[in-house]
């Protein structure tokens, strides 16, 4: 697989497939082999990595850490620590998808939530992604900065000062390539409180590649304007089936849905261009067709001056020669012709005596 060294030089919108914890099925066979499925799935999709999650209850919730009201509205009622430590990714697994996720060409990803997960992760990826939660954890920005790996951090439920200190965090400890990802911290989050608009400042403010991290539901709205706004990175999270047991399948796109956001990435960034305004190569047909000059509206004889009404005017070319743009017309009006000039033809340099 082709290494990763930094988003500057990132020819494509780089799209990661989160699957979360979405790989846990109860036993651990079912669980590789849900896992291998999200890989598949995500290859499938033309995703450039996939990512999972690595933690350990105790390492992130404090124990009375209690209920989750937005998991109750979802039926989900037990206490957060419960639910992570069933959704806990053995560190032998990780390796295990890191490896099969090599065999299928596809990037591995998996966040850490601590120093301990963080080592565990560490030799099987390439890029470091950190949660927005944990945006203010100084010994895991430290440790992605200080493994010379491109980091991506996700900025949900953080402002400017937030950003700021974990910006200068990451680069205090000797980190160099960050991609900063609008994030909006609810899950669902609805589309109304995306601000993609924050995309731009964040590479304008921070001199960082600008990503997305969607948790809106639908799969194109949301990652496509952020493509638009000059996101580099999209990150989605994507399940098999939005009706199976966890906290993430419910807000997930199907795995088709991100086969189909992926290649609208793909057309949308197509749409974008340079940023350079000039006449494209599929528009020199039309340019020089369409586009109006100054032409010849009957046969012009030698010596016979050139006047707009009389024997020139302003019109498109068609398939003749297109003359000079019109507001050149005031240097050459009522000068005399140089030579004969054939109906039609464009006006050029040349063609009268000063």
Partial sequence: MKTFDNFKDLKEVFVIAEAGSNWRMGTPARDVQMGKTLIDAAVEAGANAIKFQTYRSENVYVKTAGQSDYLKENGIQSDITDILRDLEMPYELVGTLAKYAEQKNIMFMSTPFSPADFAAVDPFVQVHKIASYEISYSHLIRLA????????????????????????????????????????????????????????????????????SDHSRHHLYAPLAAVALGARVIEKHFTLNNRLPGPDHPFAITAEELKEMVAAIRAVEKTLGTGIKDVLPAEQELASYARRGVQAIRPITKGEALREGENIAILRPGKQKLGLHPQFLPEFEGKVASHDIQVGVGIQRGDWID
């Fill in 145 to 212: 900065a200080r493994s010379g790996k491109p980091v991506v951090l996700s900025t949900g439920a953080s402002n400017e000062a937030d950003i700021d200190w974990a910006v200068k965090a990451f680069k205090e400890a000797g980190g160099k390539e960050l991609c900063l990802m609008q994030c909006t911290a609810k899950y669902p989050a609805p589309l109304d409180a995306m601000n993609l608009k924050v995309i731009p400042w964040l590479k304008d403010r921070f001199k960082v590649t600008p990503g997305f």
